[in-house]
């Protein structure tokens, strides 16, 4: 009986009293629980079951800031400015020649927005240089400038070319309409899109 | 400013004002469906249950009508009578109600999303789970192993003892021809084999087994084709229809789905021996199960070379050896067209080989479940006996609770004649397609031809295919009605877990399309600018979310609470967007520092806009791609199943 609460009266103050074996037992019965501890956490991290991202809950994409000016295309858009402020109707040619001079130059961001500027201005042949940019037909993939083919950018600036009187633009729209048809016909969800611009009899 | 001027410019002012008051007022004398809960724009929709009644009263719901199941209606109000929940409902949502449904037999369908299946052929066939938990267990410990295993048997038609309770149809239909309906009422992320995918909970009524809609749901049409000598250009007509039509079956398929036939009748060989027979069959439906059987046989009909008896000839004859001469046993849907510029012999016409009349006919005709039609060609030359003509045909070709099948051919144009048989030709091969899928039916408008009639006539095909693939599920189900059921799938397959074996479509009404479209086609204007003259674009975005919300104060309250910048921050679409499975490039895309961005991205995120906007435009002004749930002509409540990528 005194034993017993001995042994009791040991355990209740930490096991100062405890004798070498009873120790050593503990010890190793410590390391194993630690042990099956182990295995049990460290099982899911040899295997981990990653959880699925509710849709709502996945982060904003962000895009990089430009690293430059030139990136930015500032200097296009100094010039546009500047031609906007003019008194009378925007030089829009010259707003084209400026975008050849940038393309010439490397300069891709001023040269888009330039052409942009004068195709949205309703000027042919930047309407008919900014589709062929993004003519799957005809893409150059110049850095910077419409790397990759667009056909719907493609056929809005034919269309507007066309509509602004550039005579090469039609045989252009009937080339990206073959092309779509053969896209479509692969399988391609853009491509058959598109098709429907030319089934839209308001469109054409 | 003169005093007249200033007179003019305020009547002018008081006048738009006047019209302005006007139009709002009209506008609020219209009803609208019920809001969704937190929602300014979106209306309550629920789906029909099969066996659903509709009462014109709730405190009445013994008079009450069996409404299609899977129909689909805009909730207007809700009450309890008698301890029961009731909701009043309409097929549109202007306002006009149809009746009042025990909320018991609706199904809320908020989203409005679908299941589009993709092309077997490219894909492992979809399997469909009585229980959630059966599927998730697989996901969760990605066990391919047994769902290949399931698909086989499933595939095999063993489905004893399996979580399985049907699979996708074998043979592909593509829900933008051939509309169907497997509404999603919830949906869940999961990994599929480590790739996002979705698990969706469906309902359906029983998917057929392709194998015995082949063997049971066919079609079977004979024509029963006036051979006199007036008829070679509609001969010849019908047999480059029936060329292109087994083209185009044998094409996608069906050959075993569908059959023709061909019953010539001339007139009485008694009085004009030289026409050689009363009624001739060149193909009968078994000869016509094969398409090369079927045409060499219909080059041998020739027209007579001699002259009848008057203008009427045996057309009741050709019509009663169609109907009693072809075995039409193995043919579920059954037609029979007649084409013919001629009256037919009455009843008591003493040349009249079949003593019958049209309404005799009509009953025969019916006893068999045979829909008779009517291509009668108002030739010029049997002008006097137009109205004669017509009237019997109109009797014939009458089904109950349908109308007559009748479609005249005005001078007798051969073009029309081969237009509208085109039609017709290509609405039932979509009709067997659609069966042949497995789907539910759903009756789709007419498209728009500019020919009135023909659209009627195909509304009434229409309705008479629907009609005969209800009765075929209810007859399939064996209990009256085919039960829906609540299934499980998945939207990935384990083996091939980056592809889709099925895509998840939005229900759009062309009234929202229309809108997202304008919201969208603003935005991409201020966006375009904004590429030009960067520094304001935020601003003007800003500007722009508050004048077209609905909500103002929603938009506003939006930006501060989220505190992000992206187009779905401000509140543009978020009425449509919230909640969908699917998270939008272009909406959530950070535009803080914008005027940063390197013009090349400015103009990718332009470009992405810019296509949605040509894209809704497109879809919009393309009528031919909307489908009436209600079978009525295209309107603002037509709908289009839009693939969630095609979403803004």
Same mark, same amino acid.
């Given at each position: ?55 709502? @809950? ?89 790397? @990759? ?56 | ?6 007179? =003019? ?41 099969? +066996? ?42 202007? +306002? ?24 077997? =052929?490219? $894909? ?46 074998? $043979? ?22 480590? #790739? ?32 006199? /000598? ?16 087994? &083209? ?12 023709? +036939? ?46 009848? #008896? ?26 029979? /067209? ?8 009455? &009843? ?9 009349? =049209? ?79 497995? #789907? ?23 309705? %008479? ?12 189900? +064996? ?64 500007? %722009?979310?508050?004048?077209?919300? &609905? ?13 992000? #910048? ?83």
């Amino acid at each position: 009986m005194a034993r017993q609460m001995s042994t009791i009266n040991g355990y209740s103050r930490c096991g100062g009293q405890l004798s070498p074996p009873a120790l050593i037992g503990i010890v190793i019965v410590a390391v194993i629980i630690l042990a099956v501890i182990y295995l049990v956490v460290s099982e899911p991290e040899t295997e981990p079951v990653p959880e699925p991202v509710p849709e709502s @809950e996945r982060p904003l994409e962000s895009v990089a800031p430009a690293e430059s000016a030139k990136e930015r295309g500032d200097t296009a858009r100094e010039i546009i400015d500047e031609l906007r402020s003019r008194e009378g109707s925007i030089d829009y040619a010259a707003a084209y020649d400026r975008a050849q001079q940038f393309r010439t130059e490397a300069r891709s961001a001023d040269a888009l927005l330039m052409y942009f500027f004068a195709a949205r201005g309703g000027y042919a042949p930047a309407a008919f240089d900014l589709a062929a940019l993004y003519d799957p037909n005809h893409h150059s993939g110049d850095p910077g400038l419409a790397e @990759e083919p667009d056909a719907f950018q493609a056929y809005r600036w034919y269309r507007a070319a066309r509509d602004a009187g550039h005579e090469a633009a039609e045989e252009r729209i009937a080339a990206l309409r073959t092309w779509a048809e053969d896209a479509a016909g692969a399988g391609d969800a853009e491509a058959e899109r598109l098709l429907l611009q030319w089934e839209n009899p308001s469109e054409e | 400013m003169s005093h007249e001027r200033m007179t =003019a410019r305020t009547a002018a002012v008081l006048s738009m004002m006047a019209a302005v008051l006007c139009f709002a007022s009209a506008e609020a004398q219209v009803t609208r469906p019920l809001l969704q809960d937190g929602k300014a724009a979106l209306y309550q929709r629920v789906i029909a249950v099969p +066996g659903a009644r509709l009462a014109e009263d709730a405190t009445n719901p013994a008079d009450s009508r069996i409404v299609p199941p899977f129909s689909t209606y805009y909730v207007y109000a809700r009450d309890t009578v008698g301890g029961d929940q009731w909701l009043q409902v309409g097929t549109d949502s202007n +306002g006009a109600t149809d009746g009042w449904m025990p909320a018991d037999q609706a199904v809320d369908w908020k989203q409005t999303l679908t299941v589009a299946f993709r092309d077997p =052929a490219q $894909h492992d066939r979809v399997l469909l789970f009585s229980e959630r938990d059966a599927l998730k267990k697989l996901l969760d410990e990605n066990d391919a192993a047994t769902y290949r295993r399931l698909r086989e048997q499933a595939a095999a038609g063993d489905m004893e003892d399996s979580p399985v309770i049907a699979i996708q149809p074998e $043979h592909n239909v593509d829900i933008r021809r051939d509309f169907y309906l497997v509404p999603i009422l919830s949906h869940e992320d999961v990994l599929v084999s480590g #790739q996002q995918g979705r698990l969706l909970r469906v309902a359906t009524v029983p998917l057929q087994d392709s194998a015995e809609i082949a063997r049971t749901f066919r079609t079977g049409l004979v024509f029963v084709i006036d051979s006199t /000598i007036s008829m070679r250009p509609y001969i010849d007509a019908t047999r480059a229809v029936m060329q292109r039509v087994y &083209r185009s079956i044998e094409a996608a398929e069906l050959s075993e789905r569908a059959s023709f +036939g061909l019953v010539a009748f001339r007139d009485s060989t008694d009085a004009v021996p030289g026409l050689e027979y009363v009624t001739r069959t060149f193909a009968s439906l078994d000869d016509g199960s094969s398409g090369e059987e079927f045409l060499t046989r219909i080059e041998a009909v020739e027209p007579s070379t001699v002259s009848s #008896q008057g203008f009427n000839e045996d057309a009741y004859a050709g019509v009663e050896a169609a109907i009693r001469s072809i075995d039409w046993s193995g043919y579920y849907a059954r037609y029979v /067209i007649v084409i013919t510029d001629a009256g037919p012999r009455a &009843r008591d016409d003493s040349l009249s080989s079949t003593g019958l009349d =049209a309404a005799s006919l009509s009953r025969l005709a019916a006893d068999k479940d045979i829909a008779i039609g009517v291509f009668h060609l108002k030739t010029p030359a049997g002008a006097d006996n137009h109205d004669y003509a017509e009237s019997e045909y109109r009797r014939l070709s009458a089904v109950s609770g349908i109308g007559e099948f009748y479609y005249p051919v005005p001078t007798g144009d051969v073009d029309r004649f081969e237009t509208a048989l085109t039609a017709l030709t290509e609405q039932l091969t979509a009709q067997v397609r659609a069966a042949a899928s497995g #789907q539910p039916p759903v009756q789709r408008a007419s498209s728009s031809t500019g020919d009135t009639q023909l659209e009627a006539f195909q509304d009434k095909v229409s309705r %008479l295919g629907y009609g005969l693939r209800m009765r075929y599920l209810q007859e399939q189900s +064996g209990e009256g009605v085919p039960s829906l059921f609540n299934a499980w799938v998945v939207d990935r397959d384990f083996d091939e877990p980056s592809v889709r074996d099925l895509d998840v479509r939005a229900l759009l009404t062309r009234d929202q399309l229309s809108d997202l479209h304008e919201v969208l086609r603003q935005v991409l204007i201020t966006a375009e600018e904004g590429a030009l003259a960067p520094d304001d674009f935020l601003d003007e975005l800003q500007s %722009l979310a508050a004048t077209i919300s &609905r909500d103002p104060q929603a938009a506003r309250t939006a930006t501060r609470a989220m505190g992000g #910048q992206s187009l779905a921050d401000l509140g543009y679409m978020r009425e449509y967007l919230d909640g969908l499975p699917y998270r939008s490039e272009v909406m959530n895309l950070d535009l803080s520092i914008w005027e940063q961005w390197p013009a090349q991205r400015q103009f990718e995120f332009i470009n992405q806009l810019d296509g949605k906007v040509a894209y809704y435009r497109a879809l919009h002004d393309n009528v031919d791609l909307w489908v009436s749930l209600d079978g009525g002509p295209v309107d603002g409540d037509s709908v289009y199943p839009l693939l969630l990528e095609a979403l803004p």
